[in-house]
């Protein structure tokens, strides 16, 4: 859970190599592809809350998965420390 939003300028100059370094055969575009008139956004998402699918288990003939909460300042230390 959490809110999107598109990409503030200063974030696009970020966010463009990571895109081109996951490409195969990449198109360098720089933040100004993306703002303006033009057709291509860039957005961000900030979560509020993650969760990781626990035990499924049987409930009638459905099967029902169940959800374990994750704590998003552990998340968030960790991706910044790698």
Same mark, same amino acid.
Request: with cysteine.
């Given at each position: 859970?959490?809110?999107? =939003?598109?990409? #503030?300028?200063?974030?696009?100059? +970020?966010?463009?190599?990571?895109?081109?370094?996951? =490409?195969? =055969?990449?198109?360098? +575009? =720089?933040?100004?592809?993306?703002?303006?008139?033009? /057709?291509?956004?860039m957005? %961000?998402?900030?979560?509020? %809350?993650?969760?990781?699918?626990? #035990? +499924?288990?049987? %409930?009638? &003939?459905?099967?029902?998965?169940?959800k /374990?909460?994750?704590?998003?300042?552990?998340? &968030?230390?960790?991706?910044? %420390?790698?």
């Open positions: 859970m959490g809110t999107a =939003s598109e990409l #503030e300028t200063a974030g696009g100059e +970020r966010v463009c190599p990571l895109i081109d370094s996951r =490409s195969g =055969s990449p198109v360098p +575009r =720089s933040r100004d592809d993306y703002l303006g008139e033009s /057709v291509r956004r957005y %961000q998402f900030v979560p509020t %809350q993650v969760w990781s699918t626990g #035990e +499924r288990f049987a %409930q009638g &003939k459905q099967l029902v998965d169940t /374990v909460v994750l704590d998003l300042e552990t998340l &968030k230390a960790y991706v910044h %420390q790698a």
